[in-house]
């Protein structure tokens, strides 16, 4: 265990070692849609996902790369004079386009000043053999990683939120991107509809035995104007306490190989946006609440997992 002050792995651990400077980074949004949003897979999204397609803290569409990554990098110079960036494709699926014009958008961002990563947020339904090619090409010049959103190993809680694939899809494309030897980050939700804590740990359980490098922790959000809205009103979702949210991020850590980088803890929502729950806006609390926890039960990242 050698992560600084942490009792985990963390992306910003991770990042100065592998750069030797403090790196962050530049969300984006490359006006790109969704197969689960336009009809060819499904429509209306996932029942949680933003009108912004999870893009809400990204630049605008409506503006080039090199504008949007201008714009974003004059805001973060605020908080941090110095640093290298990543640039980071959030919004939508970054692979569900033609594949030239994926590569003029990479480019485009990979060839700002600074830039050291490429980070592109996708689905695994969304890797057909050429683009896997391009990642694999752009992976000799920065280092890439793409992001899955997984969000459950459960298939009833898939057809609930209307993921739109299979866990078999999943291993298929985690295994297409791995072949090529790029990065692949998890993001997994706790708090979906019907989801006891066990079915969240067994999505963990089923994570730290696959060939992931990092993975993303998100609280369940109910955001306005998101089909998920519904299922509320109706009485269908009922959100976590921040307690028991702690409990179970720590536990979970337990469950994770310590070579696994844990990319977040927490999810963002804008606070205009949200519904519930309103705890949730406290992150500094919330991330600080992890690490007394962490402390006082003397447990770290992968510490149960010879226990199971």
């Known amino acids: 265990m050698n992560w600084g002050d942490k ?25 790109f849609s969704c197969p689960n949003r336009d009809g060819k897979i499904g429509t209306g999204g996932c029942i949680f996902c933003s009108e912004r ?56 961002a990979i060839k700002e000043e600074g830039v050291v990563a490429l980070a592109i947020a ?73 989801e006891s804590q066990e079915d969240m740990l067994d999505t963990i359980r089923y994570l730290s035995k696959k060939d992931i490098q990092g993975i993303k922790f998100h609280l369940l959000h109910l955001m306005k104007n ?26 979970a850590l337990t469950l994770l190989p310590q070579k696994i980088v844990i990319h977040r803890l927490t999810g963002d929502s804008p606070r205009s946006l949200l519904i519930g729950p309103m705890w949730s806006l406290k992150k500094w609390e919330i991330l600080n609440s992890i690490d007394n926890l962490l402390k006082s039960k003397n447990i770290f990242q992968g510490s149960a997992i010879d226990e199971n």
């Open 53 to 108: 397609g999870a893009g809400d803290f990204a630049g605008s569409s409506e503006l080039s790369i090199h504008q949007q990554f201008t714009n974003v990098k004059k805001v973060m110079s605020k908080k941090w004079k110095d640093g290298k960036f990543i640039a980071y494709f959030q919004a939508y699926t970054n692979t569900y386009a033609p594949v030239e014009e994926l590569r003029q958008k990479y480019e485009e």
């Open 122 to 194: 996708t689905r695994p339904d969304c890797l057909p053999k050429e683009v896997l090619d391009l990642l694999e090409e752009l992976s000799k010049k920065v280092y890439v990683w793409v992001e899955l959103g997984l969000q459950t190993v459960n298939e009833n809680t898939a057809l609930t939120i209307n993921r739109g694939y299979s866990l078999e899809v999943f291993e298929s494309g985690l295994k297409s991107l791995r072949e090529r030897g790029i990065d692949v980050v998890c993001h997994v939700i706790f708090g979906l509809p019907a």
């Open 226 to 251: 998101t089909p998920m809205v519904g299922l509320y009103n109706d009485g269908g979702l009922s959100f976590m306490e921040q307690e028991e949210y702690t409990e179970l991020i720590c536990s």
């Open 7 to 31: 009792r985990y792995y963390s992306l910003n651990y991770y990042l100065r070692e592998k750069f030797k400077c403090k790196v962050y980074k530049i969300s984006l949004d490359a006006g």
